[in-house]
């Protein structure tokens, strides 16, 4: 197994206000020589909005973007004629293809939390396609869920590239095995809240281990945490 760790402390920050951006790789007007991507991963934002702002119609082309919500309650609007509203435990995906647009707003009266996260697509230039599904913490209590996959399911998301996203929220003392395919696959552990080890290795509230050349892993919670595993190709083939 090979690993490297991510510090929350160390991440790029952009600060403009109503917008607040904790940049784990390159992006935006952050860049990082160092910090360009881990494999087929090429952005995960921490990103916290104030109430009544957000991001104006903006384009996006051959990408798959994931937005998870963390806190607050955010609206959806996009040229596939999609106008949806996403709240806590609420995942939503464009797999962005042969291009779209799309606006998202802080509907809320608290501040949005949300992590955007982007994956290099498997195929290009395909037909653009939403979804979004939601996953309430109480329902995925001491269980490891499958929140997105590159497979087609009835309970979760799916993209456009062979990636797998689990969301975790465990007790104290719990101990969680994840298998996963050792050829050409990395993966990418983010602690939201809590602090675990990952085999051994002490992983704290935003901070991120990322691995590979290993089948499998184990996750030991030293107090109640939920952490994200993000399961990607560490290249295209």
């Not at 990103?47 to 973007?65: A, C, L, Q, R, S």
């Not at 290099?120 to 996959?149: A, D, G, H, M, W």
Request: charged share 20%.
């Amino acid at each position: 197994m090979q690993t490297h760790f991510f510090s929350g402390k160390e991440r790029g920050k952009k600060d403009i206000g109503w917008l607040k951006s904790n940049f784990y790789f390159s992006f935006s007007d952050y860049y990082h020589p160092l910090k360009s991507a881990f494999g087929t991963l090429v952005a995960f934002n921490d990103d916290y909005v104030e109430p009544g702002k957000g991001f104006g119609t903006h384009p996006h082309i051959n990408m798959e973007i994931i937005s998870i919500l963390l806190k607050g309650k955010m609206n959806h609007k996009d040229s596939m004629g999609y106008s949806t509203v996403i709240e806590p435990g609420g995942v939503q995906i464009m797999s962005a293809g042969s291009g779209l647009r799309h606006e998202e707003y802080n509907i809320g009266e608290e501040d949005v939390n949300f992590l955007q996260i982007w994956i290099q697509p498997k195929q290009q230039n395909i037909i653009p396609r939403y979804q979004q599904r939601s996953f309430p913490i109480e329902n995925r209590k001491n269980v490891l869920t499958t929140i997105i996959s590159g497979e087609e399911g009835l309970k979760h998301c799916w993209i456009n590239q062979n990636a797998k996203l689990l969301l975790g929220a465990f007790d104290k003392n719990e101990v969680v095995r994840h298998n996963m395919h050792k050829e050409n696959m990395c993966a990418f552990v983010f602690v939201i809240s809590g602090e675990i080890l990952v085999d051994r290795m002490p992983v704290f509230t935003r901070d991120a281990l990322g691995l590979w050349d290993t089948s499998h892993f184990e996750i030991t919670c030293k107090e109640s945490s939920e952490f994200l595993i993000i399961e990607a190709p560490i290249n295209q083939k």
